[in-house]
T-cell receptor, first 113, second 113 residues
Framework: GESVGLHLPTLSVQEGDNSIINCAYSNSASDYFIWYKQESGKGPQFIID?????DKRQGQRVTVLLNKTVKHLSLQIAATQPGDSAVYFC????????????FGKGTLLTVNP | DADVTQTPRNRITKTGKRIMLECSQTKGHDRMYWYRQDPGLGLRLIYYSFDVKDINKGEISDGYSVSRQAQAKFSLSLESAIPNQTALYFCATSTSGTFGTQYFGPGTRLLVL
């Protein structure tokens, strides 16, 4: 069945370093992907999205890369800060009408001062 | 996200009790969703609604019901709560566009004893 998974359940980095969070997806028909950040006690917060007709998209300190050949998605965070510590989820829209997002289980990012 | 609010934020109830979780949004979005989040399982879709007259079951709708009282309000009910419904519940909204991002509320933490 369709699934979205993460290579690493936890990631620990030093403040100021760049972070890379990875995500594998299995549905080659997925046309839209989203990264969410979830801090403790809060709901998922939208970070950045990318459509399947793109390979890369940049935001403020974040970049999402999409490799459709190997069905891989990554989130790069530049100059990671303590406030970036959270669980990061990827999600894919495999339904085409954006009503059905399949979420990964999340990666816990810990930023050490 | 203050645009999507959920009440209550925390709830403890007993097995067999009926409870209702409420969601309101000021984003003007047509689509609303209810998810539950369990450790290690990620977010799973319970119900979703494209508009006031359109309600659909998600992947785990058994034991739940919903009501879309208005464009801005979407409530989730547990008719007879059971302990394995203990979870974190999130409401989300999105536009009706093909690539409309889902925006989440702060969540309701439910404990069924």
């Amino acid at each position: 069945g369709e699934s979205v998974g993460l290579h690493l359940p936890t990631l620990s980095v030093q403040e100021g370093d760049n972070s890379i969070i990875n995500c594998a997806y299995s549905n080659s028909a997925s046309d839209y992907f989203i990264w969410y950040k979830q801090e403790s006690g809060k709901g998922p917060q939208f970070i950045i999205d990318i459509r399947s007709n793109m390979d890369k998209r940049q935001g403020q300190r974040v970049t999402v890369l999409l490799n459709k050949t190997v069905k891989h998605l990554s989130l790069q965070i530049a100059a990671t800060q303590p406030g970036d510590s959270a669980v990061y989820f990827c999600a894919e829209n495999s339904g085409g009408s954006n009503y059905k997002l399949t979420f990964g289980k999340g990666t816990l990012l810990t930023v050490n001062p | 996200d203050a645009d999507v609010t959920q009440t209550p934020r925390n709830r403890i109830t007993k097995t067999g009790k009926r409870i209702m979780l409420e969601c309101s949004q000021t984003k003007g979005h047509d689509r609303m969703y209810w998810y539950r989040q369990d450790p290690g399982l990620g977010l799973r879709l319970i119900y979703y609604s494209f508009d006031v007259k359109d309600i659909n079951k998600g992947e785990i709708s058994d034991g739940y019901s919903v009501s879309r009282q208005a464009q801005a309000k979407f409530s989730l009910s547990l008719e007879s709560a059971i302990p394995n419904q203990t979870a974190l519940y999130f409401c989300a909204t999105s536009t009706s566009g093909t690539f409309g991002t889902q925006y989440f509320g702060p969540g309701t933490r439910l404990l069924v004893l």
